[in-house]
């Protein structure tokens, strides 16, 4: 008959120990199990098993590990009379209670995937843009399955082991596709939108958004794999056929950016504190999510010092940009107003993208340039005051740098850009201009 005695090693420093159990089946079989139930040696009973009787113990303590010891033995008992055929050292016996202490960890089928989601937000501890594109992709997921529910099985169900490069295939075409099933499944959708609490309207998706999609999910996938929730990521062997695509920066000149600088817009106040916020922030090249951010404290030496946000849980680096006479005069313009330490009353994102397209609009600046539709991928060209938005501030910054300084990464270094930026090589095709300025020097 297998038998289970607790043994705890005595130690001269007054600290806790692991209780080990060694179990016994006659005289061949004798299997040690280190449990991870802590106890201090000066406490224990080594003939009962338990806290000393007289032992200056807390009641709560003492039950806890009892009660903690009890249970471990009842368990070794069982799984050993369960398995015994199979249970042939510590090691396979320490997983056959791993696998009933920790069962979830052995039983992924069994885990919603969404909550797994909002586990791998959390535990990645990244900039607010990138959780946001994590739930964005959750929310991209939610509305696939809720659609394979209400169109094909009632039942149909989305875990991590479901997931095969069939699934992928079908789940990167709905999310392609999306735009196009609502027009063709408009009851389907309008149930969908309800169940899934969606209320903005629903489009197809281009490549590049997709190929965004996708790579979060592998990069969720991955983190399974890490937290051994399964073995291997199902995108180890998917082949993923799209390609992001982006076209040539457009930004304004230098020409462009001072007649923005100098027009008069002493008529429309808004408009007058957007466009300085604007040509602050292409004076320092930041993205709209540092802007709002920057307060005093980030002038630091006649200059802005700031941690990017969207890389402050991944790469963090500081980014310090020298302040040239306008940045600082802007500066100064605001520094009487009670703004709470910002530098500049700022408006929403939506409202302050919309001014800069009044503010080219105002001024005339509205040449036409090559963009990529980010549905159909094809080159189209537009007026430059019908897209423009704070980002183009920052293109604007990089452009006209790299076009004065053929250092890419001393430019990266005042844009916050990464050495080897896939987003900073887009810059390159400035050279193409640079060639055309330099011929046209000998002309």
Known sequence: MATVKAIVRTTRKKTEVNIRFRLSDGRGVQIFHSSGIMVNPELWDAKNDCIKKRALCPESKRNEIDKAVNERKSLLLDLYAAHKEQVMSGTSLDELIDREINSQ??????????????IYIEENNRA???????????????????????????????????????????????????????????LIFKKLQKVCNLNRSIKDKGENGTCSFMKRLKAFFSWCVKKKIIEVSPFSYYENTLTQRYGTPYYLTLEERNIIAEHDFSHNKRLSVQRDIFMFQCCIGCRISDLRSLTKNNIIGGAVEYIPIKTQGEHP?????????????????????????LLFPYLSSCAYNRAIKEILTECGITRLVTVLNPTTGREEKKPINKIASSHMARRTFIGNLYKKVKDPNLVGALSGHCEGSKAF???REIDEDIKKELVSLID
Not at 105 to 118: G, M, R, T, V
């Open 425 to 427: 090589t887009r810059y």
């Open 128 to 186: 607010e843009n990138t959780k946001k594109a994590d739930r964005d992709s959750k929310a991209g997921l939610l509305r696939y399955e809720t659609f394979r529910r209400l169109t094909e099985n009632k039942d149909f169900k989305l875990d991590v082991l479901s997931f095969n490069e069939e699934l992928i295939d079908d789940i990167k075409s709905f999310y392609m596709n999306e735009g196009s099933l609502y027009q063709e499944y408009p």
């Open 105 to 118: 960890k052995y039983n992924a089928s069994s885990k919603n995937l969404f909550e797994l989601i909002d």
């Open 317 to 341: 680096q500081t980014v310090r940009v020298p302040l040239n006479d306008r940045a600082i005069s802007l500066i100064k313009k605001y520094e009487g107003e009670k703004l709470g330490g």
